[in-house]
């Protein structure tokens, strides 16, 4: 965990004091970060829907059909809202898609999966969801404003899909079989290493020399940011019924701070730039959305010049 020295502290709020808005004068280089950084965000959105997608016509019933599709709504929305931060700043919205189609853009590790069953859902959603959460939290003090706000929106909505994924996990842990519950246990299993390495490597000794860092678009360092999620996280599934195996993540009352199983940095960095096991999915239906909406695209297009 990092602890900030006083004279760190005092530069740390230094660098998130000058805020800025689409017509502030920027840094050199702060345009096309702030561009970055919300298209980055834009592209999760929309690719991260997509294992969501399959199970609307196989959830178990209407309310969860209903509540699927509201997640999904919602989520391509935020997609939007992010979009339209990046391209006031000059980075058309089309491009954001197919740099990622191009492979010129690539996914955070935990896009590159899908779900194998109904049970995997809720707790993979809840460690996602929650994960958002915290960074927007963070993100909510950075210094590009209209990317803040946004967020802010976005943030609110989070909240609604991080009830309904521990309303999932709950039903599963009370009402389920035996069968369904081991799929729940295994689910968080599976999916809490993933997200420990969504944050990023642990902190280097340079990681305030960061471009992101030192613009105050990135506010928290990564260890900074994934202490806080487990500390948030991990009663909640313990609440739930989900045992925590000491070796993937156990607070150390002396220190405390929490300790937790290190991620596979070697495969994680694989995955990224080479692909996952979905990626290749992900980015085909990409593509054929661009390819069988292009024609309705550049009529809507024209329409609002």
Do not use: C, N
């Given at each position: 965990?990092?602890?900030?020295?006083?004279?760190?502290?005092?530069?740390?709020?230094?660098?998130?004091?000058?805020?800025?808005?689409?017509?502030?004068?920027?840094?050199?280089?702060?345009?096309?970060?702030?561009?970055?950084?919300?298209?980055?965000?834009?592209?999760?959105?929309?690719?991260?829907?997509?294992?969501?997608?399959?199970?609307?016509?196989?959830?178990?019933?209407?309310?969860?059909?209903?509540?699927?599709?509201?997640?999904?709504?919602?989520?391509?929305?935020?997609?939007?809202?992010?979009?339209?931060?990046?391209?006031?700043?000059?980075?058309?919205?089309?491009?954001?898609?197919?740099?990622?189609?191009?492979?010129?853009?690539n996914l955070l590790n935990i896009f590159h999966y899908g779900f194998d069953s109904w049970e995997e859902l809720g707790p993979a959603a809840l460690l996602m969801n929650s994960s958002a959460i915290v960074q927007f939290q963070a993100l909510h003090h950075g210094t590009y404003l209209p990317y803040t706000r946004a967020l802010r929106k976005i943030e609110?909505?989070?909240?609604?899909?991080?009830?309904?994924?521990?309303?999932m996990t709950h039903q599963t842990m009370v009402y389920g079989t035996a069968e369904q519950r081991q799929r729940a246990q295994e689910a968080f299993e599976t999916w809490l290493p993933r997200l420990l390495a969504y944050f990023g490597p642990p902190d280097s000794d340079t990681y305030r020399s960061n471009?992101?860092?030192?613009?105050?678009?990135?506010v928290r360092s990564n260890d900074e940011l994934r202490q806080q999620w487990l500390t948030k996280i991990i009663p909640v599934f313990k609440e739930l019924g989900i045992h925590v195996d000491p070796q993937l993540a156990r607070f150390d009352d002396e220190r405390q701070e929490w300790d937790y199983a290190s991620p596979d940095w070697v495969e994680t960095k694989r995955i990224i730039k080479e692909g996952g096991p979905r990626y290749e999915q992900w980015r085909s239906h990409i593509a054929a959305s661009l390819e069988r909406n292009a024609t309705y695209r550049d009529v809507a297009l024209k329409a609002a010049v």
């Open positions: 965990m990092t602890v900030l020295a006083p004279d760190e502290v005092d530069e740390s709020e230094q660098r998130l004091a000058r805020k800025y808005e689409l017509w502030s004068e920027m840094p050199e280089g702060y345009r096309e970060a702030a561009a970055r950084i919300a298209s980055f965000q834009a592209l999760a959105e929309v690719v991260g829907v997509l294992p969501f997608t399959e199970w609307i016509d196989r959830a178990p019933d209407y309310a969860r059909k209903q509540m699927l599709i509201a997640k999904v709504q919602d989520e391509v929305g935020h997609g939007h809202v992010t979009a339209r931060v990046a391209e006031d700043l000059g980075l058309p919205r089309e491009q954001i898609l197919t740099d990622f189609v191009e492979g010129r853009t609110k909505e989070e909240s609604f899909h991080y009830h309904h994924a521990m309303d471009p992101m860092y030192k613009f105050g678009l990135k």
